[in-house]
C-alpha cells in the first residue's frame, strides 16, 4: 500500500501540514541524490518529490530546467531514478517519495513495466505534469493495482468539470498550482489560493498540497494556514544550484532551509 494516505492521515489527527520538498535526481550529480533526500528527512520533510529529468519541462521554471540540464549530462534515466528511490529506501522504510515528471520517458519504458519498476523500487505516487486526465485511466488502473498514486495538478484556472475528473482517478493527495506560471513564482496570492482550495474541497476528501510560490518559511506558514501540505522546490534547487561546486555542504544547508520552514508550519 502506498505510503502517503497513512503519513497525511496521521498528520491531520496531529493538526500538523505535510511538508513536502522536492529536488531533481541527478543534481548536481546522480551520487548525490540519496544523501539529499536523507538530508530533507532530517529537515522534517513528511514526503519527497523527486523530479524526473527531462529535456523539456514544460511546467518548470528556469531553476528546475537548468536542474534537469544538469542532471541530463551525467546521464541521468527514469531507470536511474528508480534506481535511486531503491537505494533510499535501503534505509528509509517510512518516507513516502513520489515521481514527477513527464510522460515521454514512462512511454518509452512501457507503462506496465515502469509500474512494475516503480512498485520495486519503493516509489509511492506518480505525478505525470503532462498527463491529461481524459487520457489516465489505464494508467492509473496500473497504478492502483500495484498500490501507487497517480497524482494530478489543479491550477487556479481549473474548471468544475476538471476539478471532478480530476478527483475521479487521483489518489494520494492534489497538487494546487497557486500562480498562474511556472515554478519559481512570486506572486502568491494567499487568499485566492484559500477561495480555491474551498471550491475543490467540495468536490474531493484528498488532502491539498500547494506549490509554486513557496520561497521561505514566511510564505510556507502563510499557506500553510489553508492547504493541508506546502510543496518546497525551487528555492531548494536553487541551493543546489549555487553551491554545486561544493556537493559536501549541500546536504546540511537544505536541511538546514527545510528545518525553518517546519519550524514555521508548525507554529502556525
Known amino acids: 500500500m502506498?505510503?502517503?494516505?497513512a503519513v497525511l492521515s496521521q498528520l491531520k489527527q496531529q493538526g500538523r501540514k505535510?511538508?513536502?520538498p522536492f529536488i531533481t535526481a541527478g543534481d548536481p550529480h546522480p551520487r548525490e541524490t540519496v544523501s539529499l533526500m536523507h538530508a530533507l528527512v532530517e529537515g522534517g520533510a513528511d514526503i519527497i518529490e523527486l523530479g524526473v529529468p527531462f529535456s523539456d519541462p514544460m511546467a518548470d521554471?528556469?531553476?528546475?530546467?537548468?536542474?534537469c540540464e544538469r542532471a541530463l549530462v551525467h546521464g541521468t534515466s527514469l531507470r536511474q531514478v528508480l534506481q535511486i528511490v531503491a537505494e533510499f529506501r535501503r534505509s528509509n522504510a517510512q518516507?513516502?517519495?513520489?515521481?514527477?515528471?513527464?510522460?515521454n520517458p514512462i512511454e518509452h519504458m512501457g507503462?506496465?513495466?515502469?509500474?512494475?519498476?516503480?512498485?520495486?523500487?519503493?516509489?509511492?505516487g506518480v505525478l505525470v505534469v503532462d498527463l491529461a486526465?481524459?487520457?489516465?485511466?489505464?494508467?492509473?488502473a496500473e497504478l492502483r493495482h500495484r498500490e501507487l498514486d497517480l497524482i494530478f495538478l489543479l491550477a487556479p484556472t481549473s474548471p468544475v468539470e476538471r476539478i471532478r475528473a480530476v478527483a475521479s482517478q487521483a489518489g494520494g493527495y492534489l497538487y494546487y498550482v497557486s500562480v498562474k506560471g511556472v515554478t519559481g513564482a512570486a506572486n502568491l496570492d494567499v487568499e485566492?489560493?484559500?477561495?480555491?482550495?474551498?471550491?475543490?474541497?467540495?468536490?474531493?476528501d484528498l488532502p491539498l498540497a500547494v506549490g509554486f510560490g513557496i520561497r521561505d518559511a514566511s510564505s510556507a506558514a502563510r499557506v500553510g494556514r489553508v492547504a493541508d501540505g506546502v510543496i518546497v522546490g525551487s528555492a531548494l534547487v536553487g541551493e543546489i544550484e549555487k553551491h554545486q561546486a561544493a556537493p559536501q555542504h549541500l546536504p546540511g544547508l537544505l536541511k538546514d532551509k527545510l528545518m525553518s520552514m517546519r519550524m514555521a508550519l508548525d507554529a502556525s
Open 2 to 5: 502506498s505510503r502517503i494516505p
Open 18 to 20: 505535510a511538508l513536502i
Open 61 to 67: 521554471g528556469p531553476v528546475i530546467q537548468l536542474a
Open 95 to 103: 518516507t513516502p517519495v513520489v515521481l514527477m515528471g513527464y510522460l
Open 111 to 124: 507503462e506496465i513495466a515502469f509500474a512494475d519498476a516503480a512498485q520495486a523500487a519503493g516509489v509511492d
Open 133 to 140: 486526465v481524459e487520457e489516465s485511466a489505464s494508467f492509473a
Open 192 to 204: 485566492s489560493v484559500a477561495r480555491k482550495l474551498e471550491e475543490i474541497r467540495g468536490y474531493t
